[in-house]
């Protein structure tokens, strides 16, 4: 079975969409990557840090998920990352109302000795220093994929820009991809983010979907029409452990393969913002998944015949 090695936040998250509102759930980066990537074969494992305020019960849904929390450091008397954030009505766009870094503020990551070695490193979204510091920990993965977000490249570009170059992977959104490279036009972007380093660039377009570019080769992945999007949090991450957990768990890491990737990625991510938080995620079974993948097939076939 493949290894696929998770750096992100474990979190408590408050929420506040316009159908309601969370006191302190189960969130962080790292969180939603392992629980997509458990749809898949794969043996997993999340290295982050959470403080005693954290509940036993969240590490067994872990344990449950098969997922290694030997590499997630409990700091005694220390408090849990708390992100607290506010969507507006078209759900697209949402403000930051508190985030309170706690434990994570003096976080050094420790890859647990098993996991040293794992085929597939995802690079969740925290400080880019940690993401470089589990990297240096690890032997030769086959692919690193590196997510991270605009409030890294405001606070700490030099640090992202070195994460940047060493990975095969980068997976953002529209408006980070943007930032990141000073282009608008998505195509120079992704050729100007593939100067940087990584070989693969995915750019997450949230509703519309998100596209794949390899060198000149662009590929699309639609994101599945839902009548009803509950809490997008964690949307992005979702995609991004679907896609490595889809990599790891069919151990090809073609860029045919990573069609079928994305294509995961948006599927899972379509089940995340359907209810609060993680609660899709815990419950979601594989006969559903598989289901939609025939919604998205159905989606985007057609037959013209080209002359
Ligand atoms: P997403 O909706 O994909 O951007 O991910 C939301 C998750 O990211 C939440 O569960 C938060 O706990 C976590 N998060 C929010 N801000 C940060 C940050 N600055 N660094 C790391 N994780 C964060």
Redesign the pocket.
Same mark, same amino acid.
């Given at each position: 079975m493949s290894k696929l090695l998770i750096v992100?936040?474990v979190?408590f998250?408050a929420i506040e969409t316009p159908f309601g509102k969370t006191d302190k759930i189960l969130?962080?980066?790292g *969180?939603?990557i392992g629980l997509s990537a458990a749809q898949f074969n794969v043996d997993s494992a999340i290295v982050s840090v959470v403080g005693d305020d954290f509940p036993a019960e969240y590490l067994d849904l872990f344990q449950k998920n098969n997922i290694n929390t030997e590499g997630i450091e409990i700091v005694k008397g220390g408090k849990t990352?708390f992100?607290k954030?506010r969507y507006h009505n078209d759900l697209n766009t949402r403000d *930051?109302i508190d985030?309170q870094l706690n434990v994570l503020a003096d976080f050094k990551p420790v890859v647990p000795e098993a996991y040293k070695g794992a085929e597939i490193v995802v690079l969740g979204?925290?400080h880019p220093l940690v993401q470089l510091n589990v990297l240096k920990q690890t032997k030769n993965p086959k692919l690193v994929i590196l997510d991270t977000?605009n409030?890294w490249m405001d606070n700490a570009l030099d640090d992202l820009l070195k994460v940047v170059a060493k990975v095969d992977v980068i997976t953002i959104n529209d408006e980070e991809a943007r930032q990141l490279s000073g282009e608008y036009s998505l195509v120079k972007a992704a050729r100007k983010i593939q100067e940087m380093g990584p070989e693969y660039v995915v750019i997450k377009k949230g509703e519309h979907g998100a596209l794949l570019f390899k060198e000149e080769q662009i590929f699309f992945a639609p994101a599945l029409p839902l009548e009803e999007v509950f809490d997008?949090?964690?949307?992005?991450?979702t995609f991004a452990g679907g896609f490595a957990g889809y990599l790891a768990g069919t151990k090809d890491i073609s860029f045919e393969n990573m069609k079928n990737a994305i294509i995961y990625g948006s599927n899972l991510a379509s089940f995340c913002v359907e209810k609060f938080g993680t609660e899709q995620m815990q419950e979601l079974d594989r006969k559903q998944v598989q289901q939609r993948l025939e919604e998205f097939k159905k989606l985007t076939k057609f037959d013209i015949e080209v002359d």
């Open positions: 992100g936040t979190a998250d969130g962080g980066a *969180t939603y990352f992100w954030g *930051t985030t979204n925290l977000m409030f997008p949090t964690g949307a992005g991450d």
